[in-house]
């Protein structure tokens, strides 16, 4: 039996070779996951791939135990954001120990808690697992949650059902129960260019495109104005967002085109369709007569780029269930950023985010995790799998 401090350097070995790989959401991840895969062949563990489009990227999929309906998933991704513009004082893609730190890119975000996983399936696949574990991970998270999607439709068709999923991220060991959904789209704005000396030959695509803006802003301040009470989230209400504005050539020409990147943090019981619906309607009905008036094909076009489900709180969940029982842990909380968590329930398979170090660490120049959170999450994990082997 591995002692304790055996498994914490496998678990920091294993994440400086997965750190190793550049899985920046813009490249292929196929190395790193290829590199796991042949990993858990040689334990006897068969990997299930599905890819993206393009076969550029893919998620893996494993089971350890029997095959069997009610098996526990941890979750993880394995893209990391972009290093471009920041000023790192080590290598971003090699692992850094610095006294009690581990430096960096997917040191928290989140790495660490697949390498954990990874580091653990020796023991794992030695078990006599009553109960199967299995590992979901996933492209693409950083950009939307694109690959994870892929992932629980593969599951659905073909898989047995786990009864619950640990998505691990940074939450420095806290349970986390509930997270806001995410929505992002991008909107062109056509209008018809013209000399700016007479604005009445041309249709102007920023001004159509600003008072969509002023729209939006004036919807999310109606929302805030009416917060849920004994609400759990910070805010307590939904909100929009516009993030970039480009339109224009030149000061002397009416803009033929104005581009527009806007989104919404939305409550897990809230409905965004009916906040897209709104600034659609607005769009439509208040804005784009003005356009057509002057060229039928000027408008407004709206294309949603992101669509994450929210995680709706359920303090009676399987998953909360089990990390409670396993930790001791008595209150679950929420968070405002996206996570994976909310595509697993809205399947139908109950999730929590449950994973070593800290949110705030992460997205940023010299990310790091603390030691310490990586020893805690082995130590969950190998209670994790003393359950396994003995739960029904």
């Known amino acids: 039996m591995p002692t304790s401090t055996e498994r914490l350097d496998r678990a920091i070995a294993m994440t400086e070779r997965l750190i190793g790989f550049d899985t920046t959401s813009r490249n292929s991840n196929l190395s790193l996951i290829e590199d796991v895969k042949a990993y858990l062949g040689d334990l006897g563990i068969a990997a299930r791939l599905t890819y993206d489009d393009d076969g550029r990227k893919a998620n893996l999929w494993c089971t350890i135990g029997p095959q069997e309906h009610g098996g526990i998933v941890l979750s993880g991704h394995t893209d990391v954001v972009p290093v471009d513009g920041q000023e790192w004082t080590t290598d971003p893609f090699t692992l850094t120990r610095r006294g009690d730190r581990l430096y960096g890119r997917g040191a928290c975000d989140m790495k660490a808690f697949v390498a954990i996983a990874l580091s653990l399936a020796p023991e794992m696949a030695a078990a006599d697992l009553r109960v199967p574990i299995h590992f979901a991970f996933s492209y693409d998270e950083e950009v939307g949650c694109m690959g994870v999607q892929r992932i629980v439709d593969d599951v659905v068709a073909n898989l047995p059902l786990p009864r619950a999923v640990i998505i ?9 129960g509930g997270n806001k959904g995410t929505r992002i789209y991008k ?30 802003d004036d919807l999310g301040q109606e929302i805030a104005a009416t917060p849920q009470a004994d609400c759990p989230f910070d805010p307590p209400y939904s909100t929009l967002t516009v993030g970039i504005i480009e339109g224009g050539t030149a000061h002397n020409i009416i803009p033929e085109f104005c581009d527009i990147t806007w989104g919404m943090r939305v409550l897990p019981e809230d409905d965004a369709d009916v906040y897209e619906a709104r600034i659609r309607d607005y769009c439509t009905e208040v804005l784009e007569p003005g356009l057509k008036a002057i060229a039928p094909h000027a408008g407004f076009d709206h294309r949603r780029m ?31 950023f996206g996570t994976e968590a909310g595509t ?9 985010i449950f994973g070593p170090g800290s949110i705030d660490q992460a997205h940023k120049a010299d990310e790091f995790i603390d030691i310490d959170q990586v020893a805690q999450c082995v130590d969950f994990m190998v209670d994790l799998i003393e359950w396994a082997k003995t739960a029904d």
């Not at 909107?187 to 000399?195: E, L, N």
């Not at 030959?201 to 002023?214: I, L």
């Open 344 to 352: 697993f329930q809205r399947a139908g398979m109950p999730a929590v």
């Open 306 to 336: 992101v669509d994450v489900a929210g995680l709706r709180p359920d303090h009676d969940s399987a998953a909360e269930t089990l990390v409670r029982q396993l930790t001791g842990l008595n209150r679950s909380g929420v968070v405002s």
């Open 168 to 176: 691990g991220e940074p939450t420095s060991m806290k349970l986390i």
């Open 187 to 216: 909107t062109r704005v056509t209008g018809v260019p013209g000399h700016s000396s007479d604005p009445r030959h041309g249709a102007n695509a920023v001004t159509a495109a600003s008072r969509m803006v002023a729209f939006i």
